[in-house]
């Protein structure tokens, strides 16, 4: 497989499929494991590494869930490619980032990945569009059962499995759901969300993560705790709060059309008149832009075009993934010209399409 | 004739007929005349100006150019709808303000125009499409003689003909071009053709003439000088002057184009993407808008949009148009809104068509 290609496939995560209200993009569970035998990271010698990698590869084509999986060394990858994976939500930018003997190994439709040698020996997680949380536990659940299999894990009675940082001990889940919050963030409740958030130990993150910034109104929001809960709570209460966002994100919805309706009609139309028109897009810009439309197919002020064609626009206009279409490095401006042509392009198929 | 119903027609002068850069719009010229036996203006009494009247409408039915014409007086017509006619052109700011005994007489295409007791007893005005400043130095001189065999001018053998303000003294003749200089703008080099424009006594003015803004880098440029001159060689000048200034809004878009072209595209399709979607328009939003539209027009980077429909949507979307259309006072947002619908509409009809 020419890594390149993934340009062309559309993950199945972002299929729109569960995002009734247009807010929910995905929803992402992930196991922090560890092998028994081996030192943890940063302890991990470059030939424990290696090990790790073979027993893991090993236990894989053993694992049907994984039965159809690609592997990519970090070292064989460029670093556009390794971006690339950052991008697709494949891999964390501290994988891209890192040296040493590393992997990463994902499933064809790439709703299952497992990282290997990142901070943990495996990081396995599970991807699903809308707020499947339950669904996309089960998924990560299965591989992990699917693996252990074949595989020791490092685990304690006490303190359940065991981590490399001591934020994953115990479940070692972390759940996440991405999620579309424009009128929170116009009517300027988002600080107060996200105290809220904060206060009852869910995090809330940016686009990629850990240490990454919002981008278009996207936020990240996931468990803190991992420790002294089962994995079915962390899940019920990850889906119980989202509701809860996504009730109050109706209500600044409501509370925006009820004051201002036309400048948000305005905000709305004109968003999506630029897109379909613009010949310089800033990675930024797009995304504030195609936040405005996403808005707009919430609140109904758009018609027939699909949340599964949104999410893939938003995937696709990344600066690795222009690069790797182009197969070249860009400069900055050159990007913002290709990423104008795609979205033109695209939003000419979708309506051929439509 | 009912006044609202102007809104509906098209005035010939927006046609968009020789102007094939898509940069002058239009030319118009008058002249200034004064009724022999009467006193000038502010000395007119309103009696005088109530006889003027008379006497002009009288004169005016034996001509043949205004046989057809209508004729509102200034009392007649409420703020808004005196308002519309300084809109289209078809009287001055100053008149629309004024008191007393005033009126205007125009014929069914709007070409040809006469204002009675504004500064002068009359304002003679031909109005053309494009830069035909010979053909419309003819149409009014053709109106003047036609009325001269029934009225006579005021004039001196030394002086020519005489007016209420010096400075119209001599032939009586405005001759003027609207022009849309984007380019010259974008690149900052309008402040100097402008001081060139003045130092050869020409004027430059906003787009409803003296003491107006310039809206959507449309410019008047007209002569100063009226007198000591000949209304061919006043003529002659104008065109010669505008067609240097044409000369440098082309280099001043090949040079945009040479050093910004993704930029200077960009600029023109978000503008084309922003009409045809937008909720709220203000007015100057609008005609900054329709400028970058019509400079994709003269680049030859938007094709199939007349610049007849150009021409007529700066007109119809003005605040007195759209309240005529509406039968109403309109507060400002709600004209906003008004305005982002007629252009909506307006757009779609035009598609409809090529």
Known sequence: MNIEDLVYNA????????????????CRARLARNLAGWAFAPKTTLEDQKKIIEQVLGAAQQC????DAAFFHMNALQANQRQLLVERHLISPALAKSKGQRGVLFNADESLSVMINEEDHLRLQAILPGLQTHAAWQRVDA??????????WAQSERWGFLTACPTNTGTGLRISVLIHLPAL?????MERVMRGLTSMAFAVRGFYGEGTNVVGNLFQISNQATLGVTEGEIVEKLSEIT??????????????????????EDKVWRAYGILQHARVLSGQDFMNLLSAVRLGCSLGLIDGLPLGFINQLMIVTQSSHLQAEARANLSSADRDVR?????RRRWTEQRGLS
């Open 143 to 152: 591989l992990d059962d699917a693996l252990r299999s074949e595989l020791d």
């Open 185 to 189: 963030v116009l009517t300027e409740d």
């Open 339 to 343: 990423r104008a042509e795609l979205v």
């Open 11 to 26: 993950a199945s995560w972002l299929s729109g499929e569960g995002d009734g209200d247009g807010m929910v993009v995905s």
């Open 243 to 264: 509701q809860q966002i996504m009730g109050h994100e109706k209500e600044a919805q409501a509370t925006l059309l009820a004051d201002a309706s036309a400048q948000v």
């Open 64 to 67: 049907r869930p994984m039965c």
